[in-house]
């Protein structure tokens, strides 16, 4: 046991701004196990960069631009009122869940009222300050080779994380899957519907795993190995990334045995740093690269698989 939090505490010491909780527990039984982890992954500011160039990335959400701005200036004046009632602790929970159904729902009817174009997703990926972390494509490229399966959860759009993977990793993978609201266009690529329910900031959790979809490959066909839904369930060890302690509720549902959690503080540590380092098993600080998190995930392929 000891080794593994030798091994961690060397590992994550060469890799910035980090703190560790004692986790041997954990990573001895996922090292012991023949039952494969699988990760958990938010986008937006956790595959995501934090800052970019000295400015604030772009999410996955806020990037979008309609070819009628006059529908950028609507779903900005959403966001203007919403928003502040999401962090609201004088709002119940229940209470909050509606309203942010609302917003959502409102939102999405805005996309379609103004005529949405795939087209104008590709350029507004393009045209967007938006980056993956540094150690991203290598940990996906690991997984993939692994078999091992990969969720990104995201209250954003899904067609808009499968253009920004397309247009700044240029592939796809076959082990990663993203629960987020998806898209339905016409045969002119404009947009006409939403599938499923509303995934939104206080509901992406496994309970939504029904909704994960495969990536599409270069020709737009659904890049995966069939319906995987069933294995995914009876998966017990979980690696959790996320920049909110709310992404801790991704797993919710689930019926693991022990879970590993990395948390990223992009913003304000001073005052968040007590409430995130009792949440997160490890954490990193200031918008730090995903290096440690491959170095943690290539340990634990390598020991499953002897």
């Given at each position: 046991m000891h080794f593994f939090i030798y091994l961690y505490d060397k590992m994550?010491?060469?890799e910035g701004s980090c703190y560790l909780r004692s986790i041997g527990v954990s990573l001895g039984?996922?090292?012991?196990?023949?039952s494969i982890t699988y990760y958990f992954h938010n986008f937006d500011a956790t595959l995501t960069k934090y800052w970019i160039n000295g400015c604030r990335g772009q999410s996955s959400h806020n990037l979008l631009q309609?070819?009628?701005?006059?529908?950028?200036?609507?779903?900005?004046?959403?966001?203007d009122y919403y928003h502040p009632l999401e962090f609201d602790p004088a709002i119940p929970l229940d209470e909050k869940a509606k309203l942010m159904v609302e917003w959502w729902e409102?939102?999405?009817?805005?996309?379609i009222e103004g005529g949405l174009t795939y087209n104008a997703i590709q350029n507004s990926v393009a045209e967007a300050t938006i980056a993956f972390r540094d150690g991203v494509t290598e940990l996906f490229e690991l997984l993939e080779e692994k078999g091992v399966p990969v969720l990104i959860f995201s209250a954003g759009l899904a067609d808009i994380?499968?253009?920004?993977?397309?247009?700044k990793v240029h592939r796809s993978f076959k082990n990663?899957?993203?629960?987020?609201?998806?898209?339905?266009?016409?045969?002119n690529g404009r947009l006409q519907s939403f599938k499923g329910k509303t995934i939104h900031v206080l509901n992406k959790n496994e309970h939504a795993l029904d909704m994960a979809a495969p990536l599409h490959d270069h020709c737009d066909d659904l890049n995966g190995l069939g319906?995987?839904?069933?294995?995914?369930?009876?998966?017990?060890?979980?690696?959790?990334?996320?920049?909110?302690?709310?992404?801790l509720g991704m797993s919710?549902?689930?019926?693991?045995?022990?879970?590993?959690?990395?948390?990223?503080?992009?913003?304000?540590?001073?005052?968040?740093?007590?409430?995130?380092?009792?949440a997160f098993d490890i954490l990193y600080l200031n918008d730090s690269s995903m290096h440690g998190v491959v170095k943690l995930a290539s340990h634990l392929c390598s020991t499953e698989s002897d």
């Open positions: 994550f010491s060469l039984y996922i090292c012991r196990t023949s309609q070819e009628d701005p006059e529908y950028n200036v609507k779903r900005q004046t959403l966001y409102k939102t999405h009817a805005l996309l994380i499968e253009e920004v993977l397309k247009q990663v899957r993203i629960v987020s609201n998806r898209m339905v266009f016409d045969e319906d995987e839904k069933s294995s995914l369930k009876k998966r017990t060890n979980v690696l959790l990334l996320g920049d909110h302690i709310g992404d919710d549902g689930l019926d693991y045995e022990t879970r590993i959690s990395v948390g990223f503080l992009n913003d304000k540590v001073e005052s968040s740093l007590e409430s995130y380092r009792k």
